[in-house]
């Protein structure tokens, strides 16, 4: 089955810097969605992105399908965004595939 | 929209009790899919079930655990006599079509914890 690599597995910031998490897929896949998990437990989706590129606020995506990554872009980052961002994807079925995760810290 | 429902959000269950995990899908929506992620885990499928049909439950432990999605009413994962093993959070998503495209919606989970 396809395989799903996040990087990096933790990342502490402090509040104001940037960040890019990295998601690779060892297959070609139609569907790829990013999820923030927040202490909380909640799944917050944040985008749905199989290719192309997605802004929403602070937030941005990009997928380079041929190239089997995406990227999840954090700027100007805030306590809130502390959580486990999760890259999931999926090949022609009815099931994602989660990779294990980036677990990001902000500080104050 | 409320969303894909799943309640409780917490369940505390003893050794040997059944535990019932119920979700609601969005509205239109008729598939649902129930996930499971283990402590410091990403989640893996369960079951996927169409109205009164369970569709695919390769990802479901052979024994305790049975999921059903009726004609009226809610979906349920059912786990009998729970083990510590089962505490985890469920996740349950639900999609109008069947696959994985955009519209394929996840709750806000059941952390069930079994002491």
């Known amino acids: 089955g396809i395989q799903v690599e996040q990087s990096p597995p933790d990342l502490i910031l402090q509040e104001g810097a940037n960040s890019t998490l990295r998601c690779n897929f060892s297959?070609?896949?139609?569907?790829l969605q990013w999820f923030h998990q927040n202490p909380w437990g909640q799944l917050i989706n944040l985008f749905y992105?199989?290719?192309g590129t997605k802004q929403n606020g602070r937030l941005s995506a990009t997928t380079v399908a041929t190239e089997r990554y995406s990227l999840l872009y954090i700027s100007s980052s805030q306590t809130t965004d502390s959580g486990v961002y999760f890259c999931a994807v999926s090949s022609g079925t009815y099931k994602y595939i989660f990779g294990t995760g980036t677990r990001l810290k902000v500080l104050a | 929209n409320a969303g894909v429902m799943q309640n409780p959000r917490h369940l505390v269950r003893r050794r040997g009790q059944e535990a019932r995990l119920r979700c609601s899908p969005m509205?239109?929506?008729?598939?649902v899919y129930w996930y499971r992620q283990l402590p410091e885990e990403g989640l893996k499928f369960m079951v996927y079930l169409q109205k009164e049909n369970i569709i695919d439950e390769s990802g479901m432990p052979k024994e305790r655990f049975s999921a059903e999605f009726p004609k009226e009413g809610p979906s349920i994962l059912r786990i009998q006599q729970v083990v510590r093993g089962d505490s985890a959070a469920y996740f349950c998503?639900?999609?109008?079509?069947?696959?994985?495209?955009?519209?394929?919606?996840f709750g806000s989970g059941t952390r069930l914890t079994v002491v």
């Open positions: 509205k239109g929506h008729s598939h």
């Open positions: 297959d070609s896949v139609n569907n």
């Open positions: 992105i199989p290719s």
């Open positions: 998503a639900s999609s109008e079509r069947a696959g994985t495209g955009d519209g394929y919606t």
